[in-house]
T-cell receptor, first 115, second 115 residues
Framework: AQSVTQPDIHITVSEGASLELRCNYS??????LFWYVQSPGQGLQLLLKYFSGDTLVQGIKGFEAEFKRSQSSFNLRKPSVHWSDAAEYFCAVGARGGGADGLTFGKGTHLIIQP | DAGVIQSPRHEVTEMGQEVTLRCKPI?????LFWYRQTMMRGLELLIYFNNNVPIDDSGMPEDRFSAKMPNASFSTLKIQPSEPRDSAVYFC?????????????FGAGTRLSVL
């Protein structure tokens, strides 16, 4: 079974600074990878996804993520954060192949933006 | 499209009472998922449906939990009797097609508090 680790429970970044949120996964092959964002009181919104091909994927709101097979990682980055980026961020893994199993989520990283 | 709609947004009940959470998936989506989010365990898949049929309910924690999907536009998650440890945010998600490659769209969630 797949698993996801987000090592940072909380991250504080100054507005305008760069951001990197870490995600490591465990899966027997290359999984489908996702980053979701959850604003306070809201549901999860998809930021970006990786299925195959180019390992650097672009998402909404200026986010990008890079799939590194050798490190089993799928870190999320943004060059300059805005106060509105304060939220909970979830990395998720989806199994390839048969079945429509639900996603396996990490525990999330809470992003705090300092003015 | 209005997205995935969940009701109620907040539910406060007393231990032993029956609780029913409701979900309307995005029209045309064949898959519906119920997740539970807690601080301790993060986001966990409880059950999912394909074309109104339950496919995998292995994540349902106990027999006190049950889920139904009487038609393509409505699903319920019921807890009877409820217990304080059931307090969590419950999310419903839907996706268009088979396989985790297909994007899951989440509702805003129901925050359940069992006193």
């Amino acid at each position: 079974a797949q698993s996801v680790t987000q090592p940072d429970i909380h991250i504080t970044v100054s507005e305008g600074a760069s951001l990197e949120l870490r995600c490591n996964y465990s899966y027997g092959a290359t999984p489908y990878l996702f980053w979701y964002v959850q604003s306070p009181g809201q549901g999860l919104q998809l930021l970006l996804k990786y299925f195959s091909g180019d390992t650097l994927v672009q998402g909404i709101k200026g986010f990008e993520a890079e799939f590194k097979r050798s490190q089993s990682s799928f870190n999320l980055r943004k060059p300059s954060v805005h106060w509105s980026d304060a939220a909970e961020y979830f990395c998720a893994v989806g199994a390839r192949g048969g079945g429509a199993d639900g996603l396996t989520f990490g525990k999330g990283t809470h992003l705090i933006i300092q003015p | 499209d209005a997205g995935v709609i969940q009701s109620p947004r907040h539910e406060v009940t007393e231990m032993g009472q029956e609780v029913t959470l409701r979900c309307k998936p995005i029209s045309g989506h064949d898959y519906l998922f119920w997740y539970r989010q807690t601080m301790m365990r993060g986001l966990e898949l409880l059950i999912y449906f394909n074309n109104n049929v339950p496919i995998d309910d292995s994540g349902m924690p106990e027999d006190r939990f049950s889920a139904k999907m009487p038609n393509a536009s409505f699903s319920t998650l019921k807890i009877q009797p409820s217990e304080p440890r059931d307090s969590a945010v419950y999310f419903c998600a839907s996706s268009l097609q088979w396989g985790t490659k297909n994007i899951q769209y989440f509702g805003a969630g129901t925050r359940l508090s069992v006193l």
